[in-house]
């Protein structure tokens, strides 16, 4: 059974820093696409950034341009969403995602039709 769980949220004020975390459990030892994405109420989920597992190759939205990072400890099973410089339009539910297995002509990316396991989100508030 797979199981992703993110944590770290909380509330911040402008211009501070949230590590958020993601760890994963029973995927395939195999190739992954780990995304992170967010959410406020009314409006669509977008993507934010993700990390694929083969080379280690990361990719953000412009949303998270220049301000977040992604890492990943593998002896942890668990991937990190660093931001910096929040903003109160960062506000909302982030969630982080796994595409499992992803075949080598495959391509990570913010498509969420083709992440088949979520998290359950972790909420990131920033106050002005």
């Known amino acids: 059974q797979v199981r992703l769980v993110e944590s770290g949220g909380g509330s911040v004020q402008t211009g501070g820093s949230l590590r958020l975390s993601c760890t994963a459990s029973?995927?395939?030892?195999?190739?992954?696409?780990m995304g992170w994405f967010r959410q406020v109420p009314g409006r669509a989920r977008e993507g934010v950034g993700f990390?694929?597992?083969?080379?280690?190759?990361?990719h953000f939205a412009d949303v998270g341009k220049d301000r977040f990072t992604i890492s990943h400890d593998m002896a942890k099973r668990t991937m990190y969403l660093q931001m910096t410089n929040l903003k109160p339009e960062d506000t909302a539910t982030y969630y982080c995602?796994?595409?499992?297995?992803?075949?080598?002509?495959?391509?990570?990316?913010?498509?969420?039709?083709?992440?088949?396991?979520w998290g359950q989100g972790t909420q990131v508030t920033v106050s002005s």
């Open positions: 029973g995927l395939a030892n195999i190739r992954t696409c």
């Open positions: 990390f694929d597992s083969v080379g280690g190759t990361t």
């Open positions: 995602a796994a595409r499992n297995p992803l075949f080598n002509m495959d391509s990570c990316t913010f498509l969420q039709d083709l992440y088949n396991y």
